[in-house]
């Protein structure tokens, strides 16, 4: 039943778009949350010289921001993918920003697309950030990225981990994005009542905690509402 019902989405194209959310977070992007995409890549690969004139694929590249530290981190190739052409509108606006480099492209195209990954040739580094989850077909789309991966190459790989409670945020997510904007501020405000209580519980404070929240390099509503936007799931 799930998977024809993602299915459906993607024949329809009515997945969930991220285009009002990363260009707020791309309005936001500040120094310090570049050098945290650098460092994280640089912690993962044991150091800038993994990085230095190797291949970089970003497969489902959200705001950009990664396929950014990978340029700023001197990769000699790099290539942005993204289902969403509204993500994809924000990692060009990044790309922009430094004068639109030759050596970074970017393509709106699905992870579960086989015919157009195999055309990228291979990759020193394979990059996919908690994106894979909402492709609509996962385990396709690991088939395909790992194909991408060259001799002696790296893949970055995240994605959430199923919980009891996974069932419930699929549900969640789904009138979520069935909700007519108008009225998503409901599902916003039910979020935020939820995390206070979560924080509670662990004997914090939600305002002390949104003032120095750092998850995933965005702000804590920015956050807040990618979580709920995140469907498939």
């Known amino acids: ?3 024809l019902l ?7 194209k009515t997945q969930f778009s991220f285009w009002k959310n990363w260009k707020n977070f791309i309005e936001q992007l500040d120094e310090q949350k570049i050098e945290s995409a650098k460092n994280s890549l640089l912690e993962f690969l044991g150091g800038k010289e993994y990085i230095e004139w190797k291949t970089f694929v970003d ?5 950009g921001l990664f396929s950014l530290a990978a340029y700023l981190l001197w990769a000699s190739k790099i290539i942005s993918v993204d289902i969403d052409e509204n993500s994809v509108q924000c990692a060009i606006l990044l790309r922009e920003k430094e004068w639109g480099p030759e050596n970074w492209t970017i393509h709106t195209w699905p992870a579960v697309h086989k015919n157009f990954l195999k055309s990228l040739w291979s990759f020193d580094i394979v990059y ?17 990225i790992i194909s991408l991966i060259g001799d002696d190459g ?3 790989l995240a994605i959430y981990n199923k919980y ?4 419930t945020w699929w549900y969640i997510k789904y009138l979520y994005n069935k909700t007519p904007n108008f009225l998503k501020f409901f599902w916003v405000t039910l979020h935020y009542l939820y995390v206070t ?3 509670l519980i662990q004997g914090k404070w939600i305002l002390s ?13 920015t956050d807040v509402l990618d979580w709920l936007w995140g469907y498939p799931y």
């Open 154 to 156: 790296k893949l970055f």
């Open 128 to 144: 996919s950030w908690w994106v894979l989850h909402h492709s609509g077909d996962m385990y396709k789309a690991f088939d395909n």
């Open 6 to 12: 993602y299915e459906h989405i993607y024949k329809n």
């Open 164 to 167: 009891i409670s996974s069932r």
């Open 59 to 63: 497969i489902g590249c959200w705001s």
């Open 209 to 221: 905690e949104i003032k120095k929240y750092t998850g995933r390099w965005m702000s804590f509503h």
């Open 1 to 3: 039943m799930t998977s």
């Open 197 to 199: 209580l979560m924080y």
